[in-house]
């Protein structure tokens, strides 16, 4: 019998490779017929992050020094990709980073459930595609409450802040391990690899973890 193929992936929501990047990799598995199973956990892109959030363009050229054209440009390389892999960004010239401290609590809380992954596209979803206000706790409870999870304990996990220090131990886990960017996924618990590494390259990483293993 084969061997289940252990998928750790570090990320946040708010980083569009980091769905690029596993709509690759779950290509790459689906066509290999890998048998594997995927943890994810969290790292926050902006942890200083106020509330309110900012402007993804403003945030985009403080943050890396590129001007309107470049930005532009990489978002627009961004959406091509990510259409290739039938997900659909929508930014807008009003479309904000936010704050995602709580969005890794109702992820911890969700993976209570056993609905980690459904929540987490559905997140990805909500803030690329959707451009909901991932700041907004309301709006949180409700994306939980559409995949069929119970919206008022998701609203009381989010006001009592019960997975902070589990949330902070995670994140601080994973930075201690060297990892300062997502996404970073990790085979096996051994083999790191970062950032979307296209289809073809996870496929070949593939057949070279299946060949180790074998």
């Known amino acids: 019998m084969s061997k289940t193929l252990h998928i750790d992936i570090v990320s946040d929501v708010m980083c569009p490779w980091c769905i690029i990047g596993y709509r690759q990799l779950s290509k790459a598995l689906d066509a290999a017929g890998t048998d594997h199973e995927i943890h994810w956990h969290p790292f926050e892109l902006n942890p200083q992050m106020p509330p309110e959030g900012q402007n993804t363009r403003e945030h985009i050229m403080e943050k890396y020094g590129s001007t309107p054209e470049q930005s532009e440009q990489s978002r627009q390389q961004m959406k091509a990709l990510a259409g290739a892999l039938g997900f659909d960004f929508n930014w ?123």
Do not use: C
């Open 92 to 214: 807008t010239k009003d479309s904000r980073m936010h704050n995602t401290f709580n969005t890794h609590q109702l992820l911890h809380w969700a993976n209570t459930q056993g609905r980690m992954h459904d929540l987490k596209m559905a997140l990805f979803t909500a803030h690329f595609t959707d451009q909901r206000n991932l700041s907004d706790d309301a709006v949180l409870a409700d994306v939980a409450a559409e995949i069929g999870l119970d919206r008022a304990e998701a609203a009381a996990v989010l006001d009592d802040q019960r997975f902070a220090n589990d949330v902070r131990s995670a994140e601080r886990f994973w930075q201690q391990q060297g990892i300062s960017g997502v996404p970073a996924v990790v085979f096996n618990r051994k083999h790191l690899v970062t950032g979307a590494q296209g289809v073809e390259n996870y496929t070949n990483i593939l057949s070279q973890l299946a060949e180790m293993e074998g």
